[in-house]
């Protein structure tokens, strides 16, 4: 069965304080593994998406990066309005293809 | 960018009550659009993928009588919550998908209440 876990469940950082997020993940044939941000109250907003083995992609304070069994979100320096849930999720064959979620973890960045 | 509009963002309606959610692609065509549903601190549990013309397919444990979807263009999809219930409370989000890597983009979510 296709699972994805996501580490910490919550996390709190003082302003400039870097950390990582974690992803581990159990799929038969992964096709892509995406990271987004969600604010309270709203829809999930696309951060990365990542392919293969080694790979690696950044974007401002934040960097993805991806092995055969988990996946890395690294926060450098963070603000308070990096504060936000980040969600994991995989592209599984299903129905032809969706995102399975990870529960999130939940980052509070504090000046 | 891509854009998906969600509406309403929030409804609140009587037990027993019908609500039509609406999401539409606004800058491109979307072959396929997903429903997912979140609940208080949980993660994105899709419901059903539905494909512009046929019928949803729809994730075991939901009911596909009492979640009603309807992907008539290549730019709008609804799901009709009908004879919604005070469970059936939560925070629905739909998606539409473009392929590549930018695959999925997300409505901004309707917050249903049945009181």
Sequence with gaps: EDQVTQSPEALRLQEGESSSLNCSYTVSGLRGLFWYRQDPGKGPEFLFTLYSAGEEK???RLKATLTKKESFLHITAPKPEDSATYLCAVEVAHSGYALNFGKGTSLLVTP | GAVVSQHPSRVICKSGTSVKIECRSLDF????????????????????TSNEG??????????KDKFLINHASLTLSTLTVTSAHPEDSSFYICSASQGGARGYTFGSGTR???V
Excluded at chain 2, 29 to 48: G, N
Excluded at chain 2, 55 to 63: I, M, N, P, S
């Design chain 1, 58 to 60: 950044e974007k401002e």
């Design chain 2, 29 to 48: 065509q979307a072959t396929t659009m997903f429903w997912y549903r979140q609940f208080p601190k949980q993660s994105l549990m899709l419901m059903a």
């Design chain 2, 54 to 63: 046929s019928k949803a397919t729809y994730e075991q444990g939901v009911e």
């Design chain 2, 112 to 114: 249903l209440t049945v």
